[in-house]
């Protein structure tokens, strides 16, 4: 069911989470500012100090205490919110990795901003990627409406009982954080009502049912078993993660999905990639398509889990796909998305030809004409030419 | 105000509170750390405790899975932030009574080593001091990093022996004196630091029982004797950590809202620093000819220390008002 006449906002893809965060308003939030994330942490401080939300406020002194904060307040039993970026993040990993293991239903905005050095406050994917086996579930949002959305349907994810795993939401340093775009938001009692109260699990403030958390595992060896369950959990999450965009279409009548499709129905040549370039790239689609060329996009969304069987299918026609990385992983077969991609492929029995692209690293910019240049290159190798088998890069100097 | 007069009590009264941990833990025989434990949760009387607790020695002996030694609420998540973890509980404790969710009145505490105090994790305990949550941080201060065999830390003693401060042909052992975190923790302005030691029971569990009380912030620093690091007998733990204190090496003494009160003041040193140094294999390379200059060095700090203690209890005393200890407390 669509909603009926919702007044469309003029807003920052920050100010649109921050929005969101409010709407929620989590028992606990436990954060410190950082480029490009910090209006989100400057906008809550003022519906704090405006009385607007009922959040306790953890004003930390680290990324690393802002996620060891949120492991306490959530194994305390609270909801729990914290936003982040670059170094920041990478601050936090070691204790991201405590708070799955812990099975605590954290939520995090992670605004994708390089990683140092040399040091880059701009835009690439190189520190979410960082976590991509932290056992958190990764959802990439396009656009300021999309991360609203997500980090309105993080809570009944994280939450599901036959997952209970932290969650971050990532969108495009700048390009989306610091860009006004078009939101149309729910009402505070709509985002409610969507995520319905916190689920009760074992806490440490349960005065008759003490819990020691975190224990150690040196001498009895269940760690091997732990590190199963979670894999199990984000197995669960495939279907938690769809239902839950489902529900959100009849209240929204916006379709999510782990991919999404543009004009992939008869595609011979696919780009994937997420993020903010994906609106880049629907562009060019439609140009080429208007030559006739036969090109679709598939658009990343999940990417913890990641969902394997879908892009085995999405690319079982497909003569050439181009895997679009804004993040590097130095000396490996590609980028980091890549490989998954490629992985799919292989576990499904499929052998297109599959190229890897890397672009925008550190804020550089991608222009419509760099990815009509991608879909150039996969059109000439579905006609014959060779696919290379080391990275392109788009856009870099002297290449 | 935001401290409470708390009565020190007969052991009588403090031997029927509850105890918090139980027995079975794998601490080693002698080891300070269950003792100053048992001591400090004692002062929390009744109350439901969350204990928040940095990697170390007291984790991996009291929480070997699937088992536990904690009769409260406890977490571990890693070793430098065991004050941020716990920053965390009291905000989720504030939200959720706030929405009637949770009624007990817990008391929150952290605990580390002096390697999670002391050094890594000095960051996390200056922010939750500085954020003024209503906690007690404990260090159980042994001198090193013990439970991986003995690394040196910022509280390793000078001279000291430790695998990473390894008596050589051209090194006596740690080159540097201590840190003093009591004073890095008074800096900060908060209602309530003590320094104690285990073998004056009665002086900790009040010190404790205070920091609990206490509307706000506190440090306690106790002294944890360790038999394996400190290569000295299981049986003379107790004996050591008193020696240490009436030497004036670790003396006891509580900063209420700024005001220092010394809590066992000899007059006249009891003893010198050689002679718990002596009882300590870590400074047996320390009495020699060549080496001898550091135990010297350390007595004279020792006394400098001391000296400079009752200064500033002299100088503190006419400053313990209402009107500033209330100017410290953060908005509401």
């Known amino acids: 069911m669509a909603q009926t006449e919702v007044k469309t906002l003029a807003i920052t893809g920050n100010g649109a989470v921050s929005l969101a965060m409010k709407q929620v308003d989590p028992d606990v939030v436990a954060a410190y500012p950082i480029t490009p994330q910090t209006d989100v942490v400057q906008n809550f401080s003022q519906y704090v100090a405006n009385g607007d939300v009922k959040a306790e406020f953890v004003t930390v002194e680290s990324e690393h205490s802002a996620m060891s904060a949120c492991i306490g307040s959530a194994g305390a039993g609270a909801r729990t919110m914290t936003a982040t970026s670059s170094a920041g993040y990478a601050l936090m990993v070691e204790v991201c990795f405590v708070a799955a293991s812990m099975r605590l239903p954290i939520i995090m905005t992670t605004v994708n901003r390089a990683l140092s050095g040399p040091i880059n406050i701009h835009c690439d994917h190189s520190d979410s990627m960082l976590g991509r086996d932290s056992g958190w579930l990764q959802i990439y949002n396009e656009d300021g409406q999309e991360a609203y959305d997500a980090t309105v349907m993080s809570f009944p994810i994280a939450e599901h009982k036959d997952v209970r795993l932290p969650l971050m939401n990532m969108y495009d340093g700048f390009i989306i954080s610091g860009a006004i775009g078009p939101l149309k938001p729910l009402s505070a009692e709509q985002v409610q009502q969507f995520i319905g109260q916190a689920p009760d699990y074992p806490k440490l403030l349960d005065a008759k049912n003490p819990v020691t958390m975190g224990p150690f595992d040196g001498l009895h060896g269940w760690y091997f078993e732990q590190k199963i369950a979670q894999n199990i959990a984000m197995e669960n999450a495939l279907d938690v993660i769809q239902d839950t965009y489902d529900r959100f279409y009849e209240l929204t009548g916006r379709r999510y999905e782990h991919l999404m499709k543009y004009r992939m129905d008869d595609a011979e040549i696919v780009v994937v990639v997420a993020n903010s370039a994906a609106g880049t790239a629907r562009a060019v689609v439609d140009k080429l398509r208007n030559e006739g060329i036969k090109a679709g996009l598939i658009k990343l969304r999940t990417f913890r889990p990641f969902p394997v069987k879908l892009y085995a299918e999405a690319l079982a026609d497909v003569k050439v796909v181009g895997v679009m990385d804004r993040a590097d992983s130095f000396g490996a077969p590609g980028g980091p998305l890549y490989m998954e991609v490629l992985t799919s492929l292989y576990q499904e029995g499929q052998c297109a030809k599959a190229v890897n692209f890397i672009y925008g690293l550190g804020g550089r910019d991608v222009f419509p004409q760099n990815i009509e240049d991608v879909y150039r290159r996969l059109d000439a190798i579905a006609k014959g030419e060779d696919a290379p088998r080391e990275r392109i890069y788009v856009n870099a100097k002297g290449m | ?332």
């Open chain 2, 1 to 332: 105000m935001a401290t409470q007069e708390i009565k020190k009590q007969s052991p009588k009264v403090y031997i029927d509170r509850p105890d918090h941990l139980s027995g079975g833990h794998r601490l080693c025989a002698g080891c300070g750390a269950p003792v100053i434990l048992r001591q400090v949760l004692m002062g929390a009387g009744d109350s439901p405790v969350v204990i928040s607790n940095a990697t170390g020695c007291v984790e991996v002996s009291t929480t070997i899975y699937p088992y536990t030694a904690w009769k409260d609420s406890y977490i571990h998540s890693a070793f430098e932030n065991a004050a941020a973890t716990i920053s965390g509980v009291e905000a989720a404790l504030i939200s959720l009574k706030k929405q009637g969710k949770v009624t007990e009145d817990f008391k929150l505490l952290s605990v580390a080593g002096d390697g999670g105090s002391y050094d890594i994790g000095l960051q996390a305990i200056s922010g939750a001091l500085e954020r003024y949550h209503d906690i007690v941080i404990l260090c159980y201060d042994n001198g090193a990093y013990m439970n991986t065999g003995f690394q040196r830390s910022a509280a390793t003693p000078k001279g000291a022996w430790t695998t990473t401060s390894p008596v050589g042909k051209v090194r006596p052992g740690k080159n540097q004196q201590r840190k003093n975190l009591t004073e890095i923790a008074i800096a900060h302005n908060i209602p309530y630091v003590a320094q104690a030691s285990p073998h004056n029971f009665r002086d900790l569990i009040y010190k404790a029982e205070k920091a609990f009380a206490a509307k706000g912030p506190a440090f306690l620093n106790v002294l944890s004797p360790c038999p394996r690091g400190w290569r000295s007998k299981e049986s003379d733990s107790i004996q050591l950590a008193e020696a240490m204190v009436k030497s004036n090496y670790w003396p006891l003494f509580e900063v209420e809202n700024g005001v220092y009160k010394i809590n066992y003041d000899p007059k006249k040193r009891k003893g010198a620093v050689a002679d718990w140094m002596k009882q300590q294999g870590r400074f047996r390379h320390l009495f020699t000819p060549e080496n001898e200059w550091i135990v010297e060095e350390t007595q004279e700090m020792t006394d400098y220390q001391w000296e400079r203690l009752k200064a500033m209890e002299e100088a503190t005393a006419r400053f313990g008002t209402q009107e500033a200890a209330e100017a410290q407390e953060p908005a509401e």
